[in-house]
């Protein structure tokens, strides 16, 4: 059996590539000494990959920001106002990416979206009515043939043609299928190249077919591989998929002149239906993604061998593989010098995942499989009992019923209440919660943590920064004031670190864009709260005010989206266990005297399923009652805000409205407030702040500025029901800014009630 990957990271063990790519924005070092260190991590990565025994090796995985934005100069697809800077063409490639400020110009970056259902952000690139896609790039060609001097014929992938043109931006009259024929003269272009290179195979990566398909999407993807196929010029083309399957697309696929179909087996939910259902082709490979490329757990392999099998039914070639790029995973456990390894053996990162594969490989080559010691001991740790598991957390949930997902009395009877109890003036003013975090606030969390500094004399610093930052609000008039939330390096850490069942890693990173990382905590076992996470500062930032101080809480949908979820229960089991821990903190805020609780919920959509038909029965309907859950034992005066970081929620205002909350705050002022007239439109219950300027920029809002917005906002909100808030938490921002414009925001909101 054949192994084959999607692709690898390609930041570094250590993140070699984001430290030399921001010595090189900082000019102190230059382009070929950045070359270089990216030509080692490919070398690196390269040598890994063969001496794993992988079969299939991809090059041109690598990038130095976004493979999208790669595509885009790959195919000539570069706004002008990049090009024209007259830039070398790395610094062209970089001036798309983050923008351009200097002595030859100013221009934005493109714009930046999510990428599918990951953390992982592209580049989008922009079509107009002027481009003349093309084949312009070498690149992939270059990066073919590094690989084949160092003795490894590789398999080249780029995005699809489909994927590309369904990204892409179109800022003029011409859509996609304008730019369908000049797109399949491009790649078949592409296929004569590789061919001349000597490339046996190339992978056009198309996980845009996983999502929901018109009949026009359908048109244009077959119409550009029958375009394309006809070029093969004697290379093998596989057509990639991932993160899902291809329900609408499927016979239409398997149709195409295609020599290789990869299928995702992880998160594909319907793919290996599809496959018994309508059979798969015989003169096709069938690559089949069944090592989950997302997740950081040892695959199990009893599970792959059942998938496995079924396929034989179907496919007369099986390549097994990776269910997408591991560009999602971090890249090795070798850095990992912490974790115990009874921990460690349950993990596998990108390189363990490759002896995986092989591993996996031999074992299904065995027609005895079960009876090799491989198969044995992998069924083994799957058999294991997690230290982590706990019975009383198990027996909390199963008590749970449909009353604790409910909060009482119902929203218009709380809302009276809390009017009365507040006695807020019309559009109170209030923050996000975060205050600007200064290189000292970090560093002395950071000496507390490796123990330099006493837990008296960092508790004592805290509570100045709070005591400082009450103060300010009140100097400013703010009417609703927060803590400032100095002890937080990170609003899932934190709660991760408190709570039982987590797991942190050393050097899990994953790239979440261009040189940025994340590092997700793992959720380990079932989770609860130990003690009490946040109450000691909130009740100290009370004592020193008459104002509500509002309690800061993250959601738990949030802190799990933004983990690494357990694979032996599910999502929704361990959302509840996460919600009742959070529940159990804001019973106790409550019990000490907070009347406002904010539970943020940053990253409620962002684990959307990619198909509307999915969204309710595989996420909303647990991830909406986990927010319930956490607040529905409060009394009716206190006071429910959440929090989300975008105001893309549209198209699931009725589930937003539904979690219940008394206030919701949001970003509203970057896209043009259209959210509000959907708002208007639904008759939206909660009260709303959706952000009255945009923390995301240095600049200082005016107050004119902030009372047009707020007046947009009154056209179509009830008066009673809105809040005057920055869209975002400030700790990114400086006190230079930050005071300014807070105080043009309380003066804007003056005027207006005024
Ligand atoms: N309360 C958090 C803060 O103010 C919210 C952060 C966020 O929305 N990402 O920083
Ligand atoms: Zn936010």
Redesign the pocket.
């Given at each position: 059996m054949k192994t084959s990957i999607i692709g690898y990271p390609r930041i570094g063990a250590l993140r070699e590539l984001k430290f030399a790519s921001e010595k090189y924005f900082r000019s102190e070092i230059d382009a070929a000494e950045l070359e270089k260190t990216a030509k080692e991590i490919r070398t690196y990565n390269l040598n890994l990959q063969k001496e794993s025994g992988l079969d299939f090796i991809p090059s041109n995985d690598f990038s130095y920001y976004d493979g999208l934005l790669d595509t885009a100069f790959l195919l000539n697809a570069v706004p002008e106002r990049y090009t024209s800077l007259g830039l070398s063409a790395l610094d062209t490639y970089f001036a798309a990416a983050r923008g351009y400020q200097g002595e030859k110009g100013d221009v934005k970056a493109l714009a930046m979206k999510k990428w599918y259902n990951t953390n992982y952000h592209y580049m989008v690139p922009e079509i107009d009515d002027s481009t003349d896609l093309k084949l312009a790039g070498t690149k992939p060609f270059d990066l073919f043939s590094e690989a084949l001097s160092a003795g490894v014929k590789t398999r080249p992938v780029v995005a699809g043609a489909y994927t590309f043109l369904k990204l892409a931006k179109y800022k003029g009259t011409k859509t996609a299928a304008d730019f369908a024929d000049a797109a399949a003269q491009a790649y078949s272009e592409l296929l004569k190249k590789f061919a001349d290179l000597g490339a046996e195979w190339v992978q056009f990566d198309e996980p845009s077919l996983v999502k929901d398909m018109t009949a026009d999407d359908i048109k244009l993807f077959v119409s550009l591989y029958n375009k394309i196929l006809p070029n093969k010029a004697g290379v093998k083309v596989l057509v990639q998929t991932y993160f899902g399957d291809v329900r609408d697309v499927y016979n239409e696929l398997a149709a195409l002149d295609v020599d290789g179909i990869g299928l995702d087996f992880v998160e594909g939910k319907r793919s290996l239906e599809l496959v018994r259902k309508n059979g798969f082709p015989k003169d096709k490979v069938l690559f089949a993604g069944v090592v989950n490329g997302k997740n950081i757990w040892r695959n199990n392999y009893a599970k792959t061998a059942d998938i496995v099998s079924e396929l034989k039914k179907s496919a007369s070639e099986i390549v097994i593989g990776t269910s997408c790029s591991l560009l999602h995973v971090p890249c090795t456990l070798k850095n990992e010098t912490k974790l115990p390894e009874d921990v460690k053996k349950h993990f596998a990162y990108a390189e363990e995942k490759l002896s995986e594969l092989a591993e996996l490989g031999a074992v299904l080559d065995n027609a005895a499989y079960k009876d090799t010691p491989e198969f044995k001991s992998n069924a083994a740790l799957h058999a294991e009992k997690r230290s982590g598991d706990s019975e009383e957390v198990r027996a909390r949930v199963a008590k749970l019923t449909d009353k604790d997902f409910v909060r009482l009395p119902e929203f218009a009877e709380r809302e009276k209440i809390q009017h009365e109890r507040f006695k807020l003036p019309k559009f109170p003013t209030t923050?996000?919660?975060?205050f600007p975090q200064t290189a000292e606030v970090r560093a002395k969390r950071s000496a507390f943590r490796k123990g330099e500094l006493s837990e008296a004399d960092y508790n004592a610093y805290i509570e100045g920064k709070i005591a400082d930052c009450v103060k300010l609000q009140e100097e400013i008039g703010l009417d609703v004031l927060v803590h400032g939330?100095f002890e937080r390096n990170d609003?899932v850490e934190y709660f991760g670190e408190c709570l039982d069942g987590y797991i942190f890693t050393e050097k899990a990173w994953v790239q979440s864009y261009g040189t940025r990382c994340v590092k997700p905590p793992v959720v380990w076992g079932d989770i609860s709260r130990a003690k009490p996470m946040t109450v000691k500062w909130s009740k100290y930032a009370q004592s020193l005010t008459q104002k509500p101080m509002k309690g800061?809480l993250t959601g738990p949908v949030t802190i799990l989206n933004w983990s690494f979820p357990r694979e032996d229960i599910t999502l929704k089991e361990s959302a509840v266990q996460i919600a009742l821990a959070i529940r159990d903190e804001v019973l106790d805020l409550e019990a000490n005297g907070i009347s406002i609780i904010?539970v943020?919920e940053?990253a409620l959509r962002e684990k959307l399923p990619l198909r509307r038909s999915d969204w309710h029965e595989d996420y909303l309907d647990w991830a909406i009652p986990a927010f319930r859950l956490v607040h529905s034992g409060v009394r009716p005066e206190t006071q429910i805000h959440t929090?989300?970081?975008y105001s893309e929620f549209a198209d699931i205002i009725k589930d937003i409205d539904d979690m219940d909350a008394d206030v919701i705050t949001f970003e509203a002022s970057r896209s043009d407030l259209t959210i509000l007239d959907v708002l208007k439109a639904n008759n939206f219950r909660t009260e709303v702040g959706p952000g009255v300027y945009d923390i995301h920029s240095p600049r200082v809002p005016s107050e004119d500025e902030i009372k047009t917005a707020i007046d947009k906002m009154i056209d179509r909100i009830p008066a009673d029901k809105l809040w005057v808030n920055p869209d975002?938490?400030?700790?990114t921002r400086g006190e230079k800014e930050t005071i300014p414009s807070l105080k043009n925001l309380v003066n804007a909101a003056k005027r207006a009630r005024a």
């Open positions: 923050t996000i919660g975060s939330e609003m800061m904010q943020d940053a929090h989300m970081c975002c938490g400030l700790k």
